[in-house]
């Protein structure tokens, strides 16, 4: 009989909180500039996540899904990939996708719900947002299953919640991947809410790393809130999957410190306490910029002149995103077939015409 | 030429096409070393090897969406549901995941998947192996769907839904699997997507058809003419998209429709049909539409399926219905 509670585990990190190492570790394989590199992408993703949320309030982008808390998480992982990986991401992932070489002027389009807000630039291996709960885990299992098959040695990871979880498709996209010993990653950032549901009512396992051992694969709990320790988990999964030991899933425990979305209002089913006991006493950059200030690779000025360059880009990507032309009714008929068939490309001239009608050209 | 029962045809589609594209492969339950449960893919795994025509675990969503993956990834997988009353259990991954792709990447990304899967009723099935769930499909933008009816048909219809950028859901009446044979060429042809065919005319009434009923069409033609009244068939072998110009130019010469279908009445496809027709050629009508298709209810137990589908007498009520006016 297996006996559920006497499962050991280990729960992966590397730094305290306080920027130090933790006894008898080490740190993985990162130059100085690796380091400040990955520093600079969660401050920078930090300022676009609060600028998404004014704009919102501004009524210049649509509804948004916030991810500050899980910068750690996301960039740690990202950074483990080379370009040619694939990124199958949810909607909280933009700051892995970004990494990962996602143009910021499409994550912002998207946001405000332009046709062309889904489009990857050619040769970007990220795949458009899924909103449908851990339905991506099945397209990055396939695609890694076609890696295989064409004898390449590429990953797929699957970026998804605690709450995907519970979904079937996570239990089909492990179980086909494991018995394909498919080179793909399941990468569950545990943020403990999905919207308003605690991780206790989904899923009565201890860890949601566990639930790799009944699919024959391995899985590991990481601190998401540690960059170093997720880069490490990453890296190792990265390693063997690339060398055909198969699939892997981490789970990445960290904290969604703002709402579900811009329509959510976690006040009413969040205990204020607890938002602020992970945001005063377990922020992932608060934690990194410790270490590297421990180290002497970053400074207060530095720092100052990098949320001012960062701050300029963002503003770059925003002013190139409101300057794109709007999407017009008639373009949504563009991609539902290669070519649209007879009926459907009359529906097209009507909309062509009411739109002229209305413009008075 | 040889002469080929429809299974056989579609088999030989399958096999002609991955000789001739290594990127294709196929993917389903038990699809493998047992051949699918209708032999459809007997052969294939001893031919072309386990990485190409592969057995999945038993989970229809992860068949479906593993070939969307695998599809963006540069392969061309056929998936096989192995009765389409199973695919309940991956309508996300069709409909909200594959036939949505290309639309929400802006056509960045496509799902260039066939999604075969028998159908029909008529073969004293257990419960949910017979249902005709075509309209829930035409119903999502994004997806062909196509239903031949012989098998000269499902082969060239195959190969062109094979060769399809679009994922298309292609549904085998189980019924005519091996109910005949029929000269079928060796070689691959394309049967166009989206075209109907007129498999036999006339002046009086037009009767709209697709996969099994079209069997039914012909017989009460034969029927009704040596009651002086002649029909026109029309087998639509694609219902999306509906090849509306081919009934529409029918109606004009006979200006009497039936719609006939195995799929349930309400909100079926001879609903649609019916609705495009007084649209775009109510004038040509001197009769109602009327539709002659399977009942509002789950499809029935085998011992009473006979009295729920169409059947030819069924048929023979609407002719001589529309015939009054």
């Given at each position: ?361 | ?193 989206g075209k109907a065919n007129v498999v036999r005319e006339g002046v009086d009434v037009t009767i709209v058809a697709w996969g099994p009923p079209v069997l039914l069409a012909k017989q009460a033609a034969e029927e009704a003419e040596k009651k002086g009244i002649s029909v026109e068939v029309i087998d639509l072998r694609t219902v999306q998209p509906i090849d509306l110009d081919a009934i529409l130019s029918s109606v004009e010469k ?27 050629g109510l004038f040509s009508l001197a009769a109602p539409i009327l539709r002659v298709t399977g009942y509002d209810t789950p499809y029935p137990v085998p011992s009473i399926e006979d009295d729920w589908l169409p059947t030819v007498p069924r048929l023979m009520n609407a002719i001589q219905h529309v015939m009054q006016f």
């Amino acid at each position: 009989m297996y006996d559920e509670t006497d499962l050991n585990h280990e729960f992966v990190q590397l730094l305290n909180e306080d920027g130090t190492m933790k006894e008898h570790e080490s740190l993985p394989n990162l130059a100085d500039e690796q380091l400040v590199d990955m520093y600079e992408w969660m401050v920078k993703m930090r300022l676009f996540d609060e600028k998404m949320l004014r704009m919102q309030r501004q009524g210049r982008i649509g509804t948004y899904a916030p991810f500050s808390g899980q910068e750690a998480a996301q960039i740690g992982s990202a950074a483990a990939l080379r370009e040619t990986d694939w990124i199958f991401p949810s909607y909280r992932e933009m700051a892995a996708c970004m990494h990962h070489g996602y143009p910021m002027k499409q994550a912002i389009l998207y946001t405000k719900g332009h046709l062309q807000g889904g489009y990857t630039p050619e040769g970007l291996n990220i795949f458009p947002v899924q909103i449908i709960i851990a339905g991506q885990t099945l397209h990055a299992a396939g695609c890694a299953i076609a890696t295989k098959l064409k004898g390449e040695d590429d990953v797929s990871v699957a970026y998804f919640g605690d709450g995907a979880t519970s979904q079937g498709d996570f239990h089909e996209a492990l179980n086909i991947a494991s018995v394909n010993k498919a080179p793909v990653i399941f990468f569950c950032q545990n943020n403990h809410w999905a919207i308003s549901v605690p991780l206790h009512l989904q899923t009565a396992s201890q860890t949601i790393a566990q639930k790799a051992v009944a699919y024959g694969m391995k899985g590991v709990q990481v601190d998401g809130n540690d960059i170093l320790a997720v880069y490490k988990v990453m890296q190792d999964a990265v390693n063997r999957a690339r060398n055909g030991e198969g699939p892997m899933l981490i789970e990445a425990v960290t904290y969604r410190q703002g709402p579900h979305t811009t329509a959510d209002d976690p006040t009413k089913y969040r205990d204020a306490k607890e938002v602020a006991d992970w945001v005063e006493n377990n922020d992932p950059i608060r934690r990194f910029h410790r270490f590297l200030e421990q180290k002497g690779l970053i400074s207060d000025e530095r720092i100052a002149a990098l949320k001012e360059r960062f701050n300029q880009e963002i503003e770059q990507a925003v002013q190139e995103a409101e300057a794109v032309e709007p999407s017009t009714a008639d373009q949504a008929f563009d991609y539902v077939y290669d070519k649209p068939h007879k009926l459907l490309a009359e529906q097209k001239q009507e909309v062509q015409r009411l739109l002229a009608e209305k413009g008075g050209n | 030429m040889a002469q080929l029962t429809m299974v056989e045809a579609i088999r030989e589609a399958m096999r002609l096409e991955m000789e001739n594209d290594e990127r294709i492969v196929i993917l389903g339950e038990d699809v493998g070393k047992n051949g699918g449960v209708f032999r459809a893919t007997d052969g294939l795994q001893a031919q072309f090897g386990a990485n190409r025509v592969m057995d999945t675990p038993l989970a229809e969503s992860a068949i479906v969406g593993t070939s969307i993956g695998m599809a963006v990834n540069g392969l061309r997988p056929i998936a096989e549901i192995q009765f389409l009353g199973f695919i309940y259990e991956t309508m996300d991954q069709v409909a909200a995941q594959a036939a949505r792709l290309r639309f929400r990447s802006a056509g960045r990304f496509t799902a260039p998947i066939v999604i075969r899967s028998p159908y029909g009723g008529g073969v004293k099935t257990p419960e949910l192996h017979s249902d005709s769930l075509e309209a829930l499909f035409v119903h999502t933008p994004g997806i062909k769907v196509v239903m031949p009816s012989n098998p000269y048909d499902a082969k060239g219809l195959l190969i062109s839904a094979i060769r399809d950028e679009n994922p298309v859901l292609f549904l085998e009446p189980m019924k005519l699997y091996r109910a005949f044979k029929m000269d079928v060429p060796e070689e691959a042809y394309e049967i166009p997507i989206g075209k109907a065919n007129v498999v036999r005319e006339g002046v009086d009434v037009t009767i709209v058809a697709w996969g099994p009923p079209v069997l039914l069409a012909k017989q009460a033609a034969e029927e009704a003419e040596k009651k002086g009244i002649s029909v026109e068939v029309i087998d639509l072998r694609t219902v999306q998209p509906i090849d509306l110009d081919a009934i529409l130019s029918s109606v004009e010469k006979t200006s009497r429709l039936i719609i006939v279908h195995e799929a349930v009445k309400s909100a079926g496809v001879g609903g649609e049909i019916a609705a495009l027709v007084s649209e775009c050629g109510l004038f040509s009508l001197a009769a109602p539409i009327l539709r002659v298709t399977g009942y509002d209810t789950p499809y029935p137990v085998p011992s009473i399926e006979d009295d729920w589908l169409p059947t030819v007498p069924r048929l023979m009520n609407a002719i001589q219905h529309v015939m009054q006016f």
